[in-house]
């Protein structure tokens, strides 16, 4: 497992520094998390782990191609490594179809492949047509979008970014994501 997250953590950086258009919010994230990956944090031994939404990956897997040409060595460095990562729900008693429709893993951070707690980077992956609840958190937030899909910030309108996208939180702003017709998949980074 060591090779194939070395090169995921490989992959990653490369992504982030060569993001375009990001606000000078983002790319001073972006510096500050280079900077957190100048040491590496201790690796968690894994096994083998079920995704809930196996199927959702598969159809994903299948589709990526579709993406911009320089993130296909990210997704690649990324489908290598699911089938370690500790995936979970966020429970929303109210909302039924989320709760069974979405899974998030952790791969860099406490809980994480790469134990550490001075960078998270995980995964979002949700079933077509769901909404992921508005929620909020201290630390800023820098999504790498890997598949069609909405953002929205406060009561803003919904926007999409495109597949090979990012989007920025700063700290403590409320958002939300919403998948299409088809799965969403996203990769996160907070630095808190």
């Not at 191609?65 to 490594?81: A, R």
């Not at 992921?132 to 999504?143: A, K, M, N, R, T």
């Not at 929205?152 to 990012?166: A, I, L, T, V």
Request: net charge negative.
């Amino acid at each position: 497992m060591d090779i194939r997250f070395d090169d995921f953590r490989l992959q990653l950086l490369r992504t982030l520094n060569d993001a375009d258009g990001l606000s000078s919010e983002a790319r001073s994230m972006v510096k500050a998390m280079s900077q957190c990956f100048e040491q590496q944090g201790d690796l968690s031994p894994r096994t083998v782990q079920a995704n809930p939404l196996s199927d959702v990956l598969l159809q994903v897997k299948r589709s990526y191609q579709s993406l911009p040409g320089g993130l296909h060595p990210l997704v690649e460095s990324f489908f290598n490594i699911t089938d370690c990562l500790a995936w979970h729900r966020r429970p929303a008693p109210a909302m039924a179809d989320f709760s069974s429709g979405h899974a998030n893993a952790e791969i860099i951070g406490p809980r994480g492949l790469e134990v550490r707690d001075d960078l998270i980077v995980g995964v979002t992956l949700m079933r077509p047509g769901l909404i992921y609840p508005d929620h909020h958190h201290p630390p800023e937030e820098l999504y790498i979008v890997l598949s069609e899909g909405l953002w929205r910030q406060h009561d803003n309108r919904w926007w999409s970014p495109g597949p090979g996208g990012y989007v920025y939180n700063p700290a403590d702003i409320v958002h939300s994501m919403r998948s299409v017709e088809t799965p969403l998949l996203a990769l996160w980074c907070l630095k808190p």
